[in-house]
């Protein structure tokens, strides 16, 4: 379906965008951020997929990895749009078949296509993001289920698409990332169906959306700790920022308007090197792990003394020494068997001090640090799942709805992706010292 531009459709604003050269691109980096000449390598930022904490669970291998470091390249790789022809329909294929030159194809009819053919940007990096495992794709990402249950092997079931979006790069400070929908396949092409949003714009040119869509949500403030979540919106493939469709496969574009990047499946967060040398490392919360266990928290019915596992082990099955905690009052336990109501659920367990009923989980720490708001010690756990963080951490992730399907919105554990529930989405842990 073509639609055609409005008087409500004009030029990106001002304030959304970062070079006005490169207008209706939606800006991931700031270019005060992350400037940061005369060092090498030069990273551009990184990519971390949330549900995973801090690796996949078969381990991070070549390009299928939870978290992905986007550098210079030795070359540039990117391209920019150049020749706009307009043919018929059943010629596309023909006048493709140059795998050498990138193009986009937009088909407007069964007799009627736009061709937008691309040429290379010795100023730009290109990386693109998707669920094939062809070699034009820099990061392979796959479904993320709620929980968890995280979806790395081939599935039919899969929403992300193959070739889901492509980030480019500025070779040059202040080094600026932009994100748009769809990447090219190994034909260099992208193409748009019939059935594909798709429309001219004002100035003559095109732009579309993809199937399943790509959402970006800016955090008010950025990813600190006084953040606030912003407004999902679409990218479109020329990079254009609109409100969101009714659905997610919609036929009907929202308004143009001006770092969560969702896939349909997997959610992004991308995280600035300026913002990385805010976030906590992997020592400091090494320490904060340290520093709990060295208060010697106390079981209050099994007088044993409790603590957190070394991440070397992993998420095996709790040991005798694991914290457990209701997830409802927050107190917090070492296992025992007490107080069980299976015919509220195999979960399902009083809390001995305060008697409240609810789920009886194992806690485990957030260990991806790129998903922390700050070094804060592990205070708050998510509800139900029990992953462990900062206050500011938890709070800030209970209130970020999250893409789900096409058009649901959930909070999600960032650590492992289950649902959160409960009125705030987490809980404030309560342990009980030792007695001496």
């Known amino acids: 379906m073509v639609l055609e531009g409005n008087p409500e459709v004009g030029s990106p604003r001002t304030s959304d965008l970062q070079h006005p050269g490169n207008q209706g691109s939606c800006v991931l980096s700031s270019p005060s951020e992350d400037a940061q000449p005369g060092e090498e390598p030069i990273k551009y930022g990184e990519l971390i997929v949330l549900g995973y904490n801090g690796c996949l669970a078969s381990g991070d291998k070549g390009r299928r990895r939870s978290r992905l470091a986007l550098s210079r390249r030795p070359h540039a790789n990117g391209v920019k749009p150049d020749v706009i022809h307009h043919i018929s329909t059943p010629l596309v294929s023909k006048a493709l078949s140059n795998r050498g030159q990138h193009s986009i194809s937009y088909t407007l009819s069964r ?21 094939s495992t062809e070699n034009m794709i820099d990061f392979v990402v796959t479904d993320t289920s709620p929980g968890g249950g995280a979806a790395e092997g081939p599935s039919a079931q899969s929403t992300i698409s193959r070739y889901a979006c492509r980030i480019l790069c500025d070779r040059r400070p202040p080094y600026t990332a932009r994100i748009y929908a769809a990447g090219f396949d190994a034909s260099s092409n992208i193409f748009l169906g019939e059935r594909a949003a798709k429309w001219r714009t004002p100035d003559g040119l095109m732009d579309g959306l993809t199937t399943n869509g790509v959402l970006v949500m800016h955090p008010a403030g950025g990813f600190s700790e006084d953040s606030a979540p912003g407004v ?26 001006g770092s969560l990047i969702d896939l349909c499946g997997a959610t992004l967060l991308w995280r600035t090197p300026a913002g990385l040398l805010r976030a906590p490392t992997l020592k400091q919360l090494e320490a904060q ?20 596992p070394s991440p070397a082990r992993g998420r095996t099955a709790p040991d005798k020494q694991q914290p457990w905690v209701y997830v409802r009052c927050g107190h917090v ?17 009083e809390c001995p ?26 205070s708050h756990a998510f509800a139900p799942c029990g992953h462990v963080c900062s206050e500011k951490t938890a709070r800030y992730w209970a209130q970020t709805p999250l893409p789900h399907g096409t058009h649901a919105f959930h909070a999600a554990c960032p650590f492992c992706g289950a649902w959160l529930t409960g009125e705030h989405g987490c809980v404030r842990l309560i342990f009980q010292g030792p007695l001496d």
């Open 111 to 131: 007799s009627h296509s736009v061709i937008v053919e691309y040429t290379h940007d010795g100023d730009t990096d290109m990386f693109q993001i998707g669920r």
């Open 232 to 257: 999902w919106r679409e990218i479109s493939v020329c990079g254009n920022v609109y409100t969101l469709r009714d659905s997610r496969s919609a036929q009907q574009r929202g308004k143009l308007d």
């Open 353 to 378: 001090l305060c008697r409240l009923v609810g789920p009886y989980v194992p806690l485990w720490l957030g260990q991806e640090a790129g998903l922390c708001l700050d070094p804060g010690p592990p």
């Open 333 to 349: 336990h070492g296992y025992h068997g007490w107080g069980c109501r299976r015919e509220r659920g195999p979960q399902e367990r």
């Open 289 to 308: 792990r340290q520093e709990a266990n060295a208060a010697r928290p106390q079981c209050p019915v099994g007088l044993s003394t409790l603590a957190f």
